[in-house]
């Protein structure tokens, strides 16, 4: 059975970023973004839809996501579809389906702040697959607003 797993996007953020840091150390950013379609419906009226969506970065990629983007930032994300689910406080089922950024590079500067010294792309980093860090750290973002 043949499958792949490759997600591209482009958008805003829409708060600043969410850094967190593993037990063991590890940097995990949330990037909570805004990714805009306009269309022309059956009566050629331009409309737009949003899709909210959240990018989940890991390491120095993280780190340098929370330094130099915020809330407005536009940005280009190359990564992954994942899934997880849990239980919630209250026992009831709850999923999110995530993009596990592999890439993140910075589009230019947002509203309300002026550019950043910032390089124009952020090297893809190596990204280890050791299932324990993200087991410790997908545990602790149960609360994320993301859930279905």
Same mark, same amino acid.
């Given at each position: 059975?043949a ?13 600043d ?10 940097a &995990?950013? %949330? ?7 306009? #269309?022309?419906? *059956?009566?050629?009226e331009?409309?737009? +839809?949003?899709c909210?969506?959240?990018?989940? &970065?890991? %390491? ?7 330094? #130099?983007?915020? *809330?407005?930032?536009s940005?280009f994300? +190359?990564?992954r ?11 009831a ?7 596990r ?24 980093e ?23």
């Open positions: 059975m499958s792949y797993n490759k997600v591209l996007l482009m958008g805003n953020l829409t708060k970023p969410e850094l967190r840091y593993t037990p063991q150390g590890t &995990v950013a %949330n990037l909570r973004m805004a990714v805009n379609r306009k #269309y022309r419906d *059956k009566n050629q331009l409309k737009e +839809e949003v909210f969506i959240t990018a989940v &970065v890991w %390491n120095k990629q993280a780190e340098t996501c929370n330094q #130099y983007l915020h *809330k407005g930032s940005c994300v +190359e990564g579809l994942q899934s997880r689910s849990w239980e919630d406080n209250t026992g089922k709850r999923s999110v389906i995530e993009v950024a592999e890439r993140v590079q910075f589009m230019g500067s947002g509203p309300g702040k002026p550019p950043a010294a910032a390089p124009a792309q952020e090297p893809a190596e990204l280890s697959n050791e299932p324990s860090t993200e087991s410790t750290w997908l545990g602790e973002s149960e609360g994320d607003a993301n859930e279905s």
